[in-house]
């Protein structure tokens, strides 16, 4: 198998973003992915895509095999990793429709989030855990093809599967939050750990619970159809974003690894 340097992880609309693809099956040591890797290519370039929940949307979001995905990417050989995902609002002025690009997490889930948890201890940075370089020529695409762009969000990550109650949306809100998500963590920061670049774009589906007056609680079914109503346009800003990323990083996240590893 060639090497692959760019993924995208994200749900299964997206299969068909892929042209002539190949599907790559593999179990890592931390167990199976979410489903086979498919290999194809957009803009020229030779990228893998893997469905977070499975194709057939069966995984909930805190069984999400966080651990053996980004294993198996890096396996490939990919060094940036571009994540899709359906946010909620909790910030007025990110309004369902809008392109959103993650440059903070704050995480509330428990979940398993480290590939050192045996032999050695590394502790990574994750004070900046977005790509920079990747941020702004997402920014920059979206903007061309005229996009309604948010170029920062800071993103609660819940476990899930449930929505929030309208106390939690208000506490998100009020601890700084823009927009919730419920797969953002860990899979940024085991990214990190294998010195990946990594670009999470959100799609704001509705406002949260009860934060704001005159908004109503969005039901799964109205959520889905504003991700699907977008499908299009984020297959499109996608692509450019592809089309864009440069051969040679200049980002420092090839260096996340470098000093990070404790002292014996
Ligand atoms: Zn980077």
Redesign the pocket.
């Given at each position: 198998m060639d090497k692959v340097k760019i993924a995208v992880i994200g749900g299964s609309g997206l299969y068909s973003l892929l042209e002539n693809s190949e599907e790559w099956k593999t179990e890592t040591k931390y167990g199976k992915t979410s489903d086979t890797i498919k290999i194809g290519k957009i803009a020229g370039k030779k990228i893998a895509f893997l469905p977070r929940h499975g194709s057939g949307h069966s995984i909930p979001p805190a069984r999400v095999p966080y651990i053996a995905n980004i294993e198996a990417l890096s396996q490939l050989g990919v060094k940036?990793i571009i994540a899709t995902n359906a946010v909620g609002s909790i910030n007025l002025k990110y309004k369902p429709g809008d392109f959103v690009l993650f440059d903070q997490f704050i995480n509330t889930t428990h979940r398993p989030d480290t590939f050192f948890n045996e032999e050695k201890v590394v502790h990574v940075s994750s004070a900046d855990s977005y790509?920079?370089?990747?941020n702004a020529i997402a920014l920059k695409a979206g903007r061309k093809i005229g996009l309604p762009m948010r170029k920062k969000a800071t993103v609660i990550v819940v476990n899930g599967p449930r929505f929030s109650t309208k106390a939690e949306s208000r506490y998100y809100s009020m601890i700084g939050g823009d927009v919730i998500n419920m797969t953002q963590y860990p899979e940024n920061v085991l990214a990190i750990e294998k010195a990946m670049?990594?670009l999470g774009i959100g799609i704001v589906t509705d406002y949260d619970a009860g934060v704001f007056k005159g908004t109503k609680t969005a039901s799964l079914h109205e959520v889905n159809k504003k991700f699907n109503e977008n499908i299009t346009k984020l297959k499109e800003l996608l692509s450019e974003i592809i089309l864009n990323i440069p051969e040679k990083?200049s980002?420092?996240?090839?260096n996340s690894l470098d000093n990070a590893e404790a002292a014996k």
């Amino acid at each position: 198998m060639d090497k692959v340097k760019i993924a995208v992880i994200g749900g299964s609309g997206l299969y068909s973003l892929l042209e002539n693809s190949e599907e790559w099956k593999t179990e890592t040591k931390y167990g199976k992915t979410s489903d086979t890797i498919k290999i194809g290519k957009i803009a020229g370039k030779k990228i893998a895509f893997l469905p977070r929940h499975g194709s057939g949307h069966s995984i909930p979001p805190a069984r999400v095999p966080y651990i053996a995905n980004i294993e198996a990417l890096s396996q490939l050989g990919v060094k940036r990793i571009i994540a899709t995902n359906a946010v909620g609002s909790i910030n007025l002025k990110y309004k369902p429709g809008d392109f959103v690009l993650f440059d903070q997490f704050i995480n509330t889930t428990h979940r398993p989030d480290t590939f050192f948890n045996e032999e050695k201890v590394v502790h990574v940075s994750s004070a900046d855990s977005y790509c920079s370089e990747l941020n702004a020529i997402a920014l920059k695409a979206g903007r061309k093809i005229g996009l309604p762009m948010r170029k920062k969000a800071t993103v609660i990550v819940v476990n899930g599967p449930r929505f929030s109650t309208k106390a939690e949306s208000r506490y998100y809100s009020m601890i700084g939050g823009d927009v919730i998500n419920m797969t953002q963590y860990p899979e940024n920061v085991l990214a990190i750990e294998k010195a990946m670049c990594y670009l999470g774009i959100g799609i704001v589906t509705d406002y949260d619970a009860g934060v704001f007056k005159g908004t109503k609680t969005a039901s799964l079914h109205e959520v889905n159809k504003k991700f699907n109503e977008n499908i299009t346009k984020l297959k499109e800003l996608l692509s450019e974003i592809i089309l864009n990323i440069p051969e040679k990083r200049s980002c420092s996240c090839k260096n996340s690894l470098d000093n990070a590893e404790a002292a014996k």
